[in-house]
């Protein structure tokens, strides 16, 4: 058994030869062009990407958290004192509001969950006077608890790796702050009526408050971090991949010249329709099974199946437009740059990026990321009111044009087949004649030779063949157009190794 025999023995031009030359050249030209085109793309999107990670601390400032200071005492003034050290450009704003603006904790949960902040900070009530009677030991001491004193309200379930740190870590480091505060102005009256006979007593003054939680939801299991990442890129991936595959299908099998377009339109959409719900069910699925310690509800997850299924299949439609009105060289570089920018626009709360990036309101992802964190945190990311709208903006302005290029691909693609039949049918036509005219002259008699001193025998076998020169010239047309069927067929049972994947043609080589 050789090695691809035909490979290595098969005998070839020189380099040189004119006709190699031209075709190197052409492939040099065309190579040299698309690696131009691709280092383009890819630094425009890599600039775009790091650009709005940019400085991303300085922007932290950005995010805003209430402060109610429900205890009007020396805790409260603690904490404005360690904000006034902490205050900058890489710490959350703290907004201070009245009382009467917030008259009960539950309202500031209320303004988290109806994202008005970021996160809530509050003093309990009476808890300087209750720290203070603490120090004199006794049943206060006793009864004293450190963790209701002060309290921060969070949503972790909103971008969960930039609250951790942005939020949960720099109110910590407040609470902290604000504790060797509190000592500086109260440390010398506080020791001056400790108990030091009271292990209560020692333990208030040793740790006077630890910093109280109230996470909406908890969100802390691993697969968190890909939510608005990886998710996002496999289910654009996804649809893609089957769309090229679907794609390759009606043109292989000559659909859009044998089918009428409505139907086809209809089918595709069915066709659309079905491969995403699936999908969508298994990303939900794949989210569901590795959830761990995440309380989430069934309710939930058929929403989240809901909600994905309406991003999936707007994005199917999407790319199914890329696919019909942009060239198919181009068609990739469409894919990956939809994919960057998408992305991007979830990566980091818009309070984080530079504010040029805020036009990623209008992309599908950042919608589909704000509908899921409103239902995995039941309701408190209320948005819908604008992301419901761009996701169904996508999908019917898609599923019309998508609609409409099937339509352009039959136009198309009958116009194409006629141009092909025609010249195969004028190529077969000629050498038909060519072959016909060679036979009569082969065949007629000698000129000088007069029809008068030809024998019956002659005179007879000489009509007989005009008679079927004559009937192979008036069928030729219908032995074209048979020849034409024949090798136009459709095969019906193709091989195991015919290709039917998604294939793309080699941009720019015309």
């Not at 408050?209 to 996804?238: D, E, F, H, K």
């Not at 709208?389 to 136009?411: D, K, M």
Request: glycine residues 6%; aromatic residues 12%.
């Amino acid at each position: 058994m050789h090695f691809y025999p035909k490979a290595r023995h098969q005998p070839h031009p020189s380099i040189h030869d004119p006709s190699v030359r031209r075709r190197r050249w052409g492939l040099l030209k065309a190579a040299g062009l698309n690696f131009i085109v691709l280092q383009l793309l890819f630094l425009g999107l890599f600039c775009y990407l790091f650009g709005s990670l940019f400085q991303q601390t300085t922007h932290t400032h950005n995010l805003h958290v209430v402060f109610v200071d429900y205890d009007g005492g020396a805790v409260g003034s603690a904490i404005r004192a360690a904000y006034q050290q902490l205050k900058g450009p890489g710490f959350p704003t703290l907004n201070e509001q009245s009382v009467s603006a917030y008259p009960r904790p539950s309202t500031v949960t209320s303004a988290v969950c109806n994202i008005d902040y970021w996160g809530g900070l509050y003093t309990s009530a009476n808890a300087s006077n209750r720290l203070a009677a603490a120090f004199g030991g006794g049943s206060a001491a006793a009864s004293y608890n450190n963790s209701d004193v002060l309290t921060l309200v969070w949503n972790e379930a909103r971008y969960p790796a930039v609250v951790d740190s942005a939020i949960a870590n720099n109110m910590q480091s407040l609470s902290e702050a604000a504790r060797v505060a509190y000592f500086k102005t109260n440390g010398m009256q506080a020791l001056g009526s400790l108990n030091d006979t009271d292990p209560a007593a020692i333990a208030a003054f040793t740790n006077p408050w630890t910093l109280a939680s109230i996470n909406i939801q908890p969100t802390t299991q691993g697969s968190r971090l890909i939510y608005n990442t990886l998710v996002i890129i496999l289910i654009l991936i996804q649809e893609f991949f089957y769309l090229g595959y679907i794609n390759g299908l009606y043109q292989q099998f000559q659909l859009y010249v044998t089918i009428a377009a409505p139907r086809i339109a209809t089918v595709r959409q069915l066709i659309s329709g079905l491969y995403t719900l699936s999908g969508s069910l298994c990303t939900t699925g794949a989210i569901w099974a590795f959830r761990h310690g995440w309380h989430v509800d069934g309710g939930q997850f058929a929403m989240t199946w809901m909600a994905l299924w309406l991003f999936a299949h707007c994005n199917f439609l999407v790319l199914d437009v890329f696919t019909i009105w942009l060239p198919p060289p181009a068609v990739p570089m469409a894919l990956i740059s939809w994919i960057v920018l998408n992305v991007t626009s979830i990566l980091l709360p818009f309070e984080l990026s530079p504010g040029f990036y805020q036009w990623g309101y209008a992309l599908p992802a950042h919608s589909i990321f704000q509908v899921l964190v409103d239902i995995w945190s039941d309701g408190c990311n209320p948005q819908l009111y604008y992301a419901l709208p761009v996701l169904f903006a996508y999908e019917l302005i898609a599923l019309t044009l998508s609609s409409v290029g099937v339509y352009r691909r039959a136009h198309y693609a009958v116009i194409a087949k006629e141009t092909e039949e025609k010249t195969w049918k004028d190529r077969v036509a000629a050498a038909l004649s060519e072959q016909q005219q060679q036979q009569m002259l082969e065949e007629s008699p000698s000129p000088s030779t007069p029809d008068s001193a030809l024998t019956e025998s002659q005179q007879q076998q000489d009509r007989t063949r005009r008679r079927s020169t004559a009937a192979g010239i008036t069928d030729q047309e219908a032995l074209t157009g048979q020849l034409w069927r024949e090798m136009s067929r459709v095969e019906k049972a193709p091989t195991g190794r015919r290709n039917t994947g998604p294939c793309f043609d080699l941009p720019f080589t015309d």
